[in-house]
Every structure is written in structure tokens, then in C-alpha cells.
């Protein structure tokens, strides 16, 4: 119904038209599957506060790492992508997010440490603000003037679905992670994701850290998704 509506209006959210460049499709499925994967990880690392340390305290610190690197990234890329292109950019941007998102099932484990699980963050939130300015930039510049505004627009609407259906795509792949874990460690799970760090568990802890490990492997699979379609995107795009 949604498509359709969109195809009979005049001035459309998401113009049909416009998926028919490869490049419009490209970018805008590749900032679809990285919000996917990113947004659902930084909603849920902050909970991995380790035993005896203040929640407001450990959650900022696990989500440190990433905002910087991604504001860093965001900040700089653009320059490079006259230079380099869009291509190679955001091949290395979703390979950055892929492999941040490998090291942090790697990293998180019980015992790891706040600063361990906050640094393995690092290189997807540097990979994630490789791809803002370069995805714009390839939209942007491939479109004629009078279409420009829908196609950035779009592709600011497909990343912010991607990320909302990405946060609730982690948490039933999390809560699918618990399934098997006795009631009473669920029960304890929920206490230490509601009161945080001082007042967990080791048990507790152990059983959210291997959930955790569990329920991120689905938003690795969408930024190996991400890097696959980065692969084809236009050579030559600026």
C-alpha cells in the first residue's frame, strides 16, 4: 500500500524513480543495513556494565570509544571523497563496521573489563562516520538539481528504518538468547539491566555478557551485508 501511495503522489517520500539508478539503490541499501547494525549495538551496550561499577558511569565510558571515532570520521571523510570516490570509502567504512562489530563479540566476555568492551567499539562508530559524508556525496552528485532534496532526504529516512528495525531486531534476537537460560537468571538479567553494575552478579553478568556475544551476531551479518553492497557501487562515483 505504502508503494503505492508513493508512486500515485506527486511530491513522494521515496521516489520510485530513483531506485532505478544503481547508485541511489546501492548507497541507500547500504546505510539501511550499517544503521541496522550499528544502532541496535550502541542501544544495548551500555547494559554491559561490569560488577561494582556505577551505571551511569560504566555506560558512558562503553559508548565513548564509538562517538568519538564516529564524530572524528564524520567530520574529516569528506574531504577524501573527491580525491578517492565513493567506492573505496565505504568499502573501507563497512569493512571498519564489520570488523568492529567481530571484535566486540570477541572482546565481550565476563571479566573483559568496561575499557576492554569500550575500545573494540571504536572501529565501527570510525566506520560508521566514513559512511554519512560519502553516501550523501554519491547520492547527491548523481542526482539532477530539482531531484537532490528527495534523494537526501531518502536516504536519511532508509537509515533511520534501518536503525529502528535494527534495535528491535537485536533485542528479539537477545531475548531469543536468553531462552535457554534459567528463570532465575533471567530474572537477575532483568535486575542488572535495570539497576546496572553495582548490583550485579557474577552469575548474572556472565549469562547477559553470553547473551550479548549471541544476539550481536545478527547486525554482523547486516554490515557484512553493508560491505558486500558497497562492492557495487559505481566505480568513478565522487
Known sequence: AFL???????????????????????ANGVAFAAAFAIFGVLDYLPLLVPPGVPLAT????????ATVTWSAAALSVGRFVPRFGVRPIVAVGTALLTGGLALMIFVIRP????????????PAGLGMGMLGPAL?????????????????AAEQFLS?????????????????????????VRGAVAALMAGGGLGATAQSFAALAVAMRASFLLPLVA??????LSLAIPRGAR
Request: charged fraction near 10%.
Open 4 to 26: 503505492a501511495a508513493e508512486r500515485r503522489a506527486a511530491d513522494p517520500v521515496l521516489a520510485p524513480f530513483l531506485f532505478r539508478m544503481r547508485l541511489f539503490a546501492v
Open 58 to 65: 560504566g555506560a558512558a565510558i562503553l559508548v565513548f570509544p
Open 111 to 122: 571479566g573483559a573489563g568496561v575499557w576492554a568492551e569500550a575500545l573494540a567499539s571504536a
Open 136 to 152: 550523501l556525496s554519491g547520492i547527491q552528485n548523481a542526482l539532477p538539481l530539482k531531484d537532490m532534496g528527495m534523494g537526501t
Open 160 to 184: 533511520m528504518v534501518g536503525g529502528t528495525v535494527g534495535v528491535a531486531g537485536l533485542q528479539l534476537a537477545f531475548l531469543g538468547a536468553l531462552a535457554g537460560v534459567p528463570a532465575a
Open 223 to 228: 554490515a557484512a551485508a553493508a560491505f558486500a
